[in-house]
Structures are given as structure tokens and as C-alpha cells.
């Protein structure tokens, strides 16, 4: 019993040992494969797949930072400059980084001009964050003095601020970019993606807490954008927006706008609105001073149409420069509605019309001739219609076509009322006026070759209608005479026109008009001026428009040194023989 029961125990002790040896044998395995799996991992890793672990890693470090691109300049066409991007420094900070060091918050605010409570709070606001402004725009030497701060979470890169040499004269044509350097307004806006260039690019390595470490390469250069040349002459424009703000102070009145045109090219030599606001100083900036009045607001044109509508007459055949027109009593009764004329001119031949400005007379002429007629002529100068200038909000006029004119509708639209325009449109409706009844188009650019031509008015009716208009001008008894230009022969048409409100024409509201071209005997420029609203000393156009449009005028005249056609005959001698000798 006793062999037998040793014999048990050995057997149990036998099993126990195998059992032990066992469960070690298979951890001893286990941990072996595995170690084997890991290490086959590893080396195929390495050697197969090495450009995969190589991309993550860099994913983790390597950055591709954008490398701004320098914006295109805007110039006059004399290559004034008008707009230029000026490098400066955005500086920005890591909060994560930047909350760990509290103390030194004092030195940043003082170097970045700020009050440290608010920079404080500013900070504690975005602790959470990996990116916080905290100035864009610096000068070059304010960046160098917070990089030499040498405080933690602090980052400064290079960016462009755009900045506005003519400032507030020139804002509402130039117009202005965001932060960003992006187009908001004007050619700004309109030429965006020409100006903008294209952004490049450079790869650089990071730490784990986003600081750059090493710039490793330039893999795309920044590709600068493309410069634009515009029509206007920086000097034409100083003079326009002097004259239109001398004025609207003068006779206290509400806004105003003026476009200069070279009457061969279609370039706008000056567009000036007064009021106005400088780009360079965002806290000027607003709705009533933004507004490009000259390309957006419309109005009624009043008596600056009529010499289209003689044109009109001209044309058909059936009145002549001789023909007159008996006004009577200067009262006119279409249906319930009375045309009334300021001054009454009994017997009127065509210029007399003109001169008198009379209402009377130029709707018995546009009723004799009909609506037809003088509506296309109307169209053919441009009112009505798009200019093709591209500027952002622009707006065509409203001109409407009836099936069948009514004699009140006629009547209306002979002497500037029933459609309205811009001030663009009526300065290019004078501009083909003054050049034989060619219509070219109108453009912001500078022109550097030969502008399209398109023969819209018969070229001797055209003659005929401006010589006419220098009568107005130069005459006794004629509205413009405020207009005149010493030296130069010019002609031009002053209108007066109520203004419109929901329920009708005001009574005591008025735009004051002035159109013309200058000089007559070879026309060169083509002005129109509009002024809104004037309250004191007047609102007739031949007293408040016309003066101004004599000296911007005189002053453009001289400026492009334009041949003086109306000096006495020794005086016009000694100008000949001085030319001679320059």
C-alpha cells in the first residue's frame, strides 16, 4: 500500500513539474512571436514602407506657410501713383504658449502701443486657442522691437498694407481693399484678380508646439500682381475736386459730381463726388461719402437734352437753324398738364430756343417731329444705355420705350424729363456731340492704341448744334454766360430739374446742370457737372454749374496746353510765334 501510494506521488509531483515547464515553454513562446511579429513590423516598415513613415513624420513638422504676393499699383496715366502695396509686419501669437508667461505681458502692450487690460483679456479670451491677432499692419521697426522682446508665443510674418496717395480725391474711383488686400470698392474691386497676383508658397519645420524651427525651401515663388494704368490725370482731378468742393460750400449745397472726357479717345480725364472720404483713414468711411454719385446715382438731365432734341428736328428735314417758333405767352396746355418757360421769347429761331432755354418751343418742335425720332436720338448718345466702363454697381439710366408716344410723353422727354441718366452718360452724350457725332466709347483705362468709332449723329448736324451752343455760351441773352473761358471758344447748355419723391416733384429741391465741350473750333474736352440740392444763392444751373465749369475748363485748357481759339488777333500772333520759338 505504502509503494503504492509513493508511487502516486511521484506521479502527481511528475505532473505538477510537466505542468509548470509547460505554461513557461508557451509564455517563453508567445512572447517570443511576438517579438518576432514586432521586429518583422519594424524592418518592413523601414525598408518597404519607409516613404510612408517619412510623410507621416513630416506631417507632424513640416509646414507650407503662404508667402503673400505683392498687389499691383493703380497709377494715373502719367504713372502717378493712385494705390500701392507697402510691406509690413502681422503679429500673432500662440495664447497656449503665451499664458505661461504672464509676467511679460506688460512689455508686449507697451511695445505693441496697447493698454495692457485689454491685451490681458484679450489673451485670457483665446487661452484655449493655438492663434490670436494681436496687431496687423505694423511698421517693419515696431515688429523688430516686439521680436526683440524675445517672448514665448510671440510670431511675426511679413504681409502688405495698401495705402492711397491722392487719398479722398480719388477714393471713389480707386476705391479700396479689406485687410486681406482684397478689392471692396472701385477698380480695387472691379480689377480684383488682375491686381491680386497669386500667393506663394514655403516649406518649413515645426515644433510640437508650432514654433518654426527651420525654413527649408521655397516651393512656389509669389507671383506679384499686374500694375493698372487708369485714363484720368492725376492733376485734372486735383483741379475738379477743388472746384466741385468750392462749389458745394458755396452754395451750401448737398453732394455734386463731375466727368472730364477726351472727346477723341473716350478716356475719362476726371470723375470726381464731393462729399468724399480717405481710404487711408477708415474712420471717414460712409454710405453718403462712399457712393460714386457720377457712375450710380440718376436724375433727371432737364434742359442739358435739349440740343439733342434740336438735333432730332435738324435731322428729319423739317426744321432748319432759321426756322422759328412762336412761344406766345410762354404757357403750353398738353391734356391736363401746362409746360411753363421761365422767360417768356415771343418768336424764337433754333439757337434762340437754346438760349431762352424754352420749354414751350422745344416741345412744339419734338411734338412736330415726333416721339420716334428724338427718343432714338436720345438712345444713339448713350442714354439709356450701358457705358461698358465694368464698374461695380454702375447704373444704365432708364430710358423708356412706348409702343406709341404720347404727346405729353414727347413734350416731357424734349426738354430732360420722363428718363434719367448719369452724369457719365450725359458727359458722353456732349462728348459725341463735340466729335461730329462720332460716339466712342468711355473707359477708365488709359488708351494706348486707336478707340473704337461708331458714327451716331449726322457729322454737319453736329457742327451745326455746337455752334449753337457756343451762342449760349458767348451771346448776350444766352443762359451759359456764366460758362465762359477766356481764350478758348466753348460750348454748353445749363439745365435746372426738380427732384423726385414718392409722391411727386418737390418744390423747393432742384440739381443745377451744367454740359459743354471746349474748344469749339477743334473740341478736346467734354464736361458735365451736377450739383445736388444747392440751398443758398441760387439753383438755377447757368448760376451755380456754370461757374465751375468755367474755371475746371480754363484750367484742364492750359493744363494739356490746348491752342487758345478766341485771343484777339495780336495777341494770337505773339502765342504763334512763342510756340514757334519753344
Same mark, same amino acid.
Given at each position: 500500500?505504502?509503494?503504492?501510494?509513493? %508511487?502516486?506521488?511521484?506521479?502527481?509531483?511528475?505532473?505538477?513539474?510537466?505542468? %509548470?515547464?509547460?505554461?513557461?515553454?508557451?509564455?517563453?513562446?508567445?512572447?517570443? &512571436?511576438?517579438?518576432?511579429?514586432?521586429?518583422?513590423?519594424?524592418?518592413?516598415?523601414?525598408?518597404?514602407?519607409?516613404?510612408?513613415?517619412?510623410?507621416?513624420?513630416?506631417?507632424?513638422?513640416?509646414?507650407?506657410?503662404?508667402?503673400?504676393?505683392?498687389?499691383?499699383?493703380?497709377?494715373?496715366?502719367?504713372?502717378?501713383?493712385?494705390?500701392?502695396?507697402?510691406?509690413? #509686419?502681422?503679429?500673432?501669437?500662440?495664447?497656449?504658449?503665451?499664458?505661461?508667461?504672464?509676467?511679460?505681458?506688460?512689455?508686449?502692450?507697451?511695445?505693441?502701443?496697447?493698454?495692457?487690460?485689454?491685451?490681458?483679456?484679450?489673451?485670457?479670451?483665446?487661452?484655449?486657442?493655438?492663434?490670436?491677432?494681436?496687431?496687423?499692419?505694423?511698421?517693419?521697426?515696431?515688429?523688430?522691437? =516686439?521680436?526683440?522682446?524675445?517672448?514665448?508665443?510671440?510670431?511675426?510674418?511679413?504681409?502688405?498694407?495698401?495705402?492711397?496717395?491722392?487719398?479722398?480725391?480719388?477714393?471713389?474711383?480707386?476705391?479700396?481693399?479689406?485687410?486681406?488686400?482684397?478689392?471692396?470698392?472701385?477698380?480695387?474691386?472691379?480689377?480684383?484678380?488682375?491686381?491680386?497676383?497669386? *500667393?506663394?508658397?514655403?516649406?518649413?519645420?515645426?515644433?510640437?508646439?508650432?514654433?518654426?524651427? @527651420?525654413?527649408?525651401?521655397? =516651393?512656389?515663388?509669389?507671383? &506679384?500682381?499686374?500694375?493698372?494704368?487708369?485714363?484720368?490725370? !492725376?492733376?485734372?482731378?486735383?483741379?475738379?475736386?477743388?472746384?466741385?468742393?468750392? +462749389? #458745394?460750400?458755396?452754395?451750401?449745397?448737398?453732394?455734386?459730381?463731375?466727368?472730364?472726357?477726351?472727346?477723341?479717345?473716350?478716356?475719362?480725364?476726371?470723375?470726381?463726388?464731393?462729399? +468724399?472720404?480717405?481710404?487711408?483713414?477708415?474712420?471717414?468711411?460712409?454710405?453718403?461719402?462712399?457712393?460714386?454719385?457720377?457712375?450710380?446715382?440718376?436724375?433727371?438731365?432737364?434742359? +442739358?437734352?435739349?440740343?439733342?432734341?434740336?438735333?432730332? @428736328?435738324?435731322?428729319?428735314?423739317?426744321?432748319?437753324?432759321?426756322?422759328?417758333?412762336?412761344?406766345?405767352?410762354?404757357?403750353?396746355?398738353?391734356?391736363?398738364?401746362?409746360?411753363?418757360?421761365?422767360?417768356?421769347?415771343?418768336?424764337?429761331?433754333? +439757337?434762340?430756343?437754346?438760349?431762352?432755354?424754352?420749354?414751350?418751343?422745344?416741345?412744339?418742335?419734338?411734338?412736330?417731329?415726333?416721339?420716334? *425720332?428724338?427718343?432714338?436720338?436720345?438712345?444713339?448718345?448713350?442714354?439709356?444705355?450701358?457705358?461698358?466702363?465694368?464698374?461695380?454697381?454702375?447704373?444704365?439710366?432708364?430710358?423708356?420705350?412706348?409702343?406709341?408716344?404720347?404727346?405729353?410723353?414727347?413734350?416731357?422727354?424734349?426738354?430732360?424729363?420722363?428718363?434719367?441718366?448719369?452724369?457719365?452718360?450725359? @458727359?458722353?452724350?456732349?462728348?459725341?456731340?463735340?466729335?461730329?457725332? #462720332?460716339?466712342?466709347?468711355?473707359?477708365?483705362?488709359?488708351?494706348?492704341?486707336?478707340?473704337?468709332?461708331?458714327?451716331?449723329?449726322?457729322?454737319?448736324?453736329?457742327?451745326?448744334?455746337?455752334?449753337?451752343?457756343?451762342?449760349? %455760351?458767348?451771346?448776350?441773352?444766352?443762359?451759359?454766360?456764366?460758362?465762359?473761358?477766356?481764350?478758348?471758344?466753348?460750348?454748353?447748355?445749363?439745365?435746372?430739374?426738380?427732384?423726385?419723391?414718392?409722391?411727386?416733384?418737390?418744390?423747393?429741391?432742384?440739381?443745377?446742370?451744367?454740359?459743354?465741350?471746349?474748344?469749339?473750333?477743334?473740341?478736346?474736352?467734354?464736361?458735365?457737372?451736377?450739383?445736388?440740392?444747392?440751398?443758398?444763392?441760387?439753383?438755377?444751373?447757368?448760376?451755380?454749374?456754370?461757374? @465751375?465749369?468755367?474755371?475746371?475748363?480754363?484750367?484742364?485748357?492750359?493744363?494739356?496746353?490746348?491752342?487758345?481759339?478766341? !485771343?484777339?488777333?495780336?495777341?494770337?500772333?505773339?502765342?504763334?510765334?512763342?510756340?514757334?520759338?519753344?
Amino acid at each position: 500500500m505504502k509503494k503504492v501510494t509513493g %508511487v502516486l506521488a511521484t506521479l502527481c509531483a511528475a505532473y505538477a513539474w510537466l505542468r %509548470v515547464r509547460w505554461r513557461f515553454g508557451f509564455a517563453l513562446s508567445v512572447l517570443f &512571436a511576438l517579438a518576432i511579429t514586432v521586429s518583422g513590423r519594424i524592418a518592413w516598415l523601414h525598408v518597404v514602407r519607409h516613404d510612408f513613415l517619412a510623410e507621416q513624420g513630416d506631417k507632424r513638422s513640416l509646414r507650407h506657410v503662404p508667402i503673400s504676393a505683392h498687389r499691383g499699383s493703380i497709377t494715373d496715366r502719367n504713372g502717378e501713383p493712385l494705390a500701392v502695396s507697402t510691406p509690413m #509686419i502681422t503679429l500673432w501669437a500662440n495664447p497656449l504658449e503665451l499664458v505661461a508667461d504672464e509676467e511679460r505681458w506688460p512689455e508686449l502692450a507697451q511695445a505693441l502701443d496697447a493698454k495692457p487690460d485689454a491685451l490681458a483679456g484679450r489673451i485670457r479670451a483665446n487661452a484655449s486657442r493655438s492663434f490670436m491677432y494681436l496687431e496687423r499692419g505694423v511698421t517693419p521697426e515696431q515688429g523688430a522691437r =516686439v521680436a526683440a522682446l524675445g517672448i514665448a508665443g510671440v510670431y511675426q510674418r511679413e504681409e502688405f498694407k495698401r495705402f492711397y496717395p491722392a487719398a479722398e480725391v480719388t477714393a471713389h474711383l480707386v476705391g479700396l481693399t479689406d485687410v486681406d488686400e482684397k478689392g471692396r470698392e472701385g477698380i480695387e474691386l472691379a480689377y480684383n484678380d488682375w491686381l491680386a497676383g497669386v *500667393p506663394g508658397k514655403r516649406r518649413v519645420l515645426q515644433n510640437r508646439k508650432g514654433q518654426i524651427i @527651420a525654413d527649408i525651401q521655397v =516651393v512656389q515663388n509669389a507671383k &506679384a500682381g499686374q500694375a493698372v494704368a487708369l485714363s484720368i490725370d !492725376l492733376r485734372l482731378q486735383y483741379l475738379a475736386h477743388r472746384e466741385l468742393q468750392r +462749389t #458745394i460750400q458755396e452754395f451750401k449745397a448737398k453732394a455734386g459730381s463731375l466727368v472730364m472726357v477726351d472727346v477723341k479717345t473716350g478716356e475719362i480725364l476726371a470723375l470726381v463726388n464731393y462729399p +468724399t472720404y480717405n481710404p487711408n483713414n477708415r474712420a471717414t468711411y460712409s454710405g453718403e461719402g462712399s457712393r460714386n454719385r457720377a457712375l450710380v446715382d440718376v436724375f433727371e438731365p432737364g434742359s +442739358t437734352v435739349k440740343p439733342f432734341t434740336i438735333a432730332a @428736328a435738324l435731322d428729319s428735314g423739317r426744321w432748319h437753324p432759321s426756322s422759328t417758333v412762336d412761344v406766345g405767352n410762354g404757357r403750353m396746355m398738353i391734356g391736363k398738364y401746362t409746360i411753363k418757360d421761365v422767360s417768356r421769347g415771343g418768336v424764337l429761331d433754333l +439757337t434762340g430756343v437754346l438760349k431762352k432755354s424754352s420749354n414751350v418751343a422745344v416741345s412744339k418742335i419734338a411734338l412736330d417731329v415726333g416721339g420716334e *425720332p428724338v427718343a432714338a436720338v436720345m438712345q444713339q448718345v448713350g442714354f439709356g444705355i450701358d457705358t461698358g466702363l465694368g464698374f461695380p454697381g454702375e447704373s444704365s439710366g432708364v430710358f423708356p420705350v412706348y409702343p406709341r408716344w404720347r404727346s405729353v410723353e414727347t413734350a416731357a422727354m424734349s426738354y430732360g424729363y420722363g428718363f434719367s441718366v448719369t452724369t457719365a452718360q450725359l @458727359a458722353h452724350a456732349y462728348a459725341t456731340l463735340g466729335n461730329n457725332g #462720332i460716339s466712342v466709347p468711355l473707359t477708365l483705362l488709359r488708351q494706348d492704341r486707336a478707340a473704337s468709332q461708331t458714327p451716331v449723329l449726322n457729322p454737319h448736324t453736329s457742327q451745326v448744334v455746337l455752334e449753337m451752343l457756343r451762342s449760349v %455760351v458767348e451771346d448776350e441773352g444766352g443762359g451759359g454766360a456764366r460758362a465762359r473761358v477766356p481764350g478758348y471758344h466753348v460750348a454748353g447748355k445749363s439745365g435746372t430739374a426738380k427732384k423726385t419723391t414718392g409722391r411727386g416733384y418737390t418744390e423747393d429741391s432742384y440739381r443745377s446742370l451744367f454740359a459743354g465741350v471746349g474748344p469749339v473750333s477743334e473740341p478736346r474736352i467734354a464736361l458735365a457737372i451736377v450739383i445736388d440740392e444747392p440751398r443758398e444763392g441760387g439753383y438755377f444751373g447757368g448760376l451755380v454749374a456754370a461757374p @465751375a465749369f468755367s474755371r475746371i475748363m480754363a484750367g484742364t485748357l492750359r493744363l494739356l496746353n490746348v491752342r487758345p481759339d478766341n !485771343l484777339p488777333e495780336s495777341m494770337a500772333q505773339n502765342s504763334t510765334q512763342q510756340r514757334g520759338r519753344s
